[in-house]
C-alpha cells in the first residue's frame, strides 16, 4: 500500500463522527492512535510506528476491547488525530502519574481514560492599592522520552539540536531607594504604572526537551508580567501562582500541593512526573526558583518604557547562578 493510500485511510477516519466517538480525545492523544474499523469487540486503530507494546496492551482495559493496531507514519497520524480531535487549536490535559511504570499497573486504566483535572488553592490577590508585591523566580523544566532510543555517551548531534530565544524583559529592578518597573508604551510617570496592577514579576524561564537520539530543544525567555488577577499560570497545569498576600507572601500550587513562600525567604520547589503522550511514555522535571518576594510602596516606583537593563543578579540567574539580593520595605 503507497503512503498516499495511507493517508487517504486516516483521512477517511478522522471525518468519521461515529468512529473517532469509540475513543475519547485524551486516549487518542496518549496513547497516539486513531480508529479505523470496528467488528464487534475489536476495534483496529491505527498507531504509531515504535507504539509501545506496554501501551497497546493497557489501551484493551482503557477501551473495554480487544485491539488490533497498525503502525502508520507517524507525521501523517499525527496530523489525522489533531483533525479528528482538535479543531481551532483545542488541547487535553494528560493524566499524569508518579510512578514511570504506571503502563504495568491495571488501576492506571481508569485514570488514563479522562483529562486530570486540577485542584489549586482557591485564588486570592491580597495586596492593598498603595503597595505593589515584587517576585523574581527561575522556572528550569526538561522533558525527556522514556521510551526512546538512548544517546548513551554520544554528544549532540547539531542536526537534531535546536535554541530558541524568546523575549528577554525583566519586569522590574531596584535602583538605589527606588524600584523600577518597565511598561512597554507606558508614560514616563508613576502614573503609568496600571491601577489594578498588584504584582511585578519577572520570570527566568528554561526548558529543555530531549526529544531523539543525539538531539535536544532547548526554549530560554525572560518574561515580564504585571499581574492584576490571579492564578497565574508559570506551567500551564502543574505549576501555578494561586495566592499573594498583602505582605507579598506567595502560594504556589505545586502539582498537588500548596508551597507558602514568605517575604524575603528564598525556595527551591521540584517535582517530576510522568505521562502518555502520543503513544511515548514523558517524565517532566521542573524547579521553581523564588528568588525574591515582598513590595514596595507605589510612591518608591519609578516608571519605564524602555527594556529594563540587566546586572549582576539578572545575568547570574540567566546562566543559573543565582544572587542574594534583600527585600524593599
Same mark, same amino acid.
Request: include cysteine.
Given at each position: 500500500?503507497?503512503?498516499? +493510500?495511507?493517508?487517504?485511510?486516516?483521512?477517511?477516519?478522522?471525518?468519521?463522527?461515529?468512529?473517532?466517538?469509540?475513543?475519547?480525545?485524551?486516549?487518542?492523544?496518549?496513547?497516539?492512535?486513531?480508529?479505523?474499523?470496528?467488528?464487534?469487540?475489536?476495534?483496529?486503530?491505527?498507531?504509531?510506528?515504535?507504539?509501545?507494546?506496554?501501551?497497546?496492551?493497557?489501551?484493551?482495559?482503557?477501551?473495554?476491547?480487544?485491539?488490533?493496531?497498525?503502525?502508520?507514519?507517524?507525521?501523517?497520524?499525527?496530523?489525522?488525530?489533531?483533525?479528528?480531535?482538535?479543531?481551532?487549536?483545542?488541547?487535553?490535559?494528560?493524566?499524569?502519574?508518579?510512578?514511570?511504570?504506571?503502563?504495568?499497573?491495571?488501576?492506571?486504566?481508569?485514570?488514563?481514560?479522562?483529562?486530570?483535572?486540577?485542584?489549586?488553592?482557591?485564588?486570592?490577590?491580597?495586596?492593598?492599592?498603595? @503597595?505593589?508585591?515584587?517576585?523574581?523566580?527561575?522556572?528550569?523544566?526538561?522533558?525527556?522520552?522514556?521510551?526512546?532510543?538512548?544517546?548513551?555517551?554520544?554528544?549532540?548531534?547539531?542536526?537534531?539540536?535546536?535554541?530558541?530565544?524568546?523575549?528577554?524583559?525583566?519586569?522590574?529592578?531596584?535602583?538605589?531607594?527606588?524600584?523600577?518597573?518597565?511598561?512597554?508604551?507606558?508614560?514616563?510617570?508613576?502614573?503609568?504604572?496600571?491601577?489594578?496592577?498588584?504584582?511585578?514579576?519577572?520570570?527566568?524561564?528554561?526548558?529543555?526537551? =530531549?526529544?531523539?537520539?543525539?538531539?535536544?530543544?532547548?526554549?530560554?525567555?525572560? @518574561?515580564?508580567?504585571?499581574?492584576?488577577?490571579?492564578?497565574?499560570?508559570?506551567?500551564?497545569?502543574?505549576?501555578?501562582?494561586? +495566592?499573594?498576600?498583602?505582605?507579598?507572601?506567595?502560594?504556589?500550587?505545586?502539582?498537588? @500541593?500548596?508551597?507558602?513562600?514568605?517575604?524575603?525567604?528564598?525556595? =527551591?520547589?521540584?517535582?517530576?512526573?510522568?505521562?502518555?503522550?502520543?503513544?511515548?511514555?514523558?517524565? =517532566?522535571?521542573?524547579?521553581?526558583?523564588?528568588?525574591?518576594?515582598?513590595?514596595?510602596?507605589?510612591?518608591?516606583?519609578?516608571?519605564?518604557?524602555?527594556?529594563?537593563?540587566?546586572?549582576?543578579?539578572?545575568?547570574?540567574?540567566?546562566?543559573?547562578?543565582?544572587?542574594?539580593? +534583600?527585600?524593599?520595605?
Amino acid at each position: 500500500m503507497s503512503e498516499t +493510500q495511507r493517508k487517504a485511510i486516516l483521512e477517511a477516519a478522522a471525518k468519521d463522527r461515529e468512529l473517532v466517538e469509540l475513543v475519547p480525545p485524551v486516549v487518542a492523544a496518549g496513547f497516539g492512535v486513531l480508529p479505523l474499523r470496528r467488528l464487534g469487540d475489536v476495534l483496529t486503530v491505527a498507531c504509531m510506528p515504535r507504539a509501545s507494546r506496554r501501551a497497546l496492551r493497557l489501551l484493551r482495559d482503557v477501551l473495554g476491547l480487544e485491539i488490533v493496531a497498525a503502525p502508520f507514519e507517524a507525521a501523517s497520524l499525527r496530523d489525522a488525530i489533531e483533525a479528528a480531535y482538535f479543531q481551532a487549536d483545542a488541547t487535553v490535559n494528560f493524566p499524569t502519574f508518579r510512578d514511570p511504570d504506571f503502563l504495568d499497573d491495571p488501576r492506571s486504566a481508569e485514570a488514563l481514560r479522562r483529562e486530570k483535572v486540577e485542584r489549586p488553592a482557591p485564588a486570592e490577590l491580597a495586596v492593598p492599592p498603595d @503597595r505593589l508585591a515584587l517576585v523574581t523566580l527561575s522556572y528550569r523544566s526538561t522533558l525527556s522520552d522514556l521510551d526512546g532510543a538512548r544517546a548513551g555517551g554520544a554528544l549532540p548531534d547539531p542536526r537534531r539540536t535546536r535554541l530558541d530565544l524568546g523575549a528577554l524583559d525583566v519586569a522590574w529592578a531596584r535602583r538605589g531607594d527606588r524600584v523600577q518597573v518597565h511598561v512597554p508604551e507606558a508614560p514616563e510617570a508613576p502614573e503609568g504604572l496600571p491601577p489594578a496592577a498588584r504584582v511585578a514579576l519577572t520570570e527566568f524561564r528554561q526548558s529543555d526537551y =530531549r526529544h531523539g537520539p543525539g538531539g535536544t530543544v532547548g526554549e530560554h525567555a525572560v @518574561r515580564a508580567h504585571l499581574l492584576t488577577a490571579l492564578p497565574h499560570l508559570i506551567h500551564p497545569t502543574e505549576v501555578q501562582l494561586v +495566592q499573594v498576600d498583602a505582605d507579598g507572601a506567595l502560594g504556589l500550587h505545586v502539582y498537588d @500541593r500548596t508551597e507558602r513562600v514568605a517575604p524575603g525567604e528564598r525556595r =527551591r520547589l521540584e517535582l517530576a512526573y510522568c505521562f502518555l503522550s502520543y503513544g511515548s511514555r514523558l517524565r =517532566r522535571t521542573i524547579a521553581v526558583d523564588v528568588e525574591e518576594v515582598g513590595t514596595v510602596a507605589r510612591t518608591r516606583v519609578e516608571v519605564h518604557n524602555q527594556p529594563a537593563p540587566w546586572g549582576v543578579a539578572e545575568l547570574g540567574r540567566w546562566l543559573g547562578v543565582s544572587t542574594s539580593s +534583600q527585600e524593599c520595605p
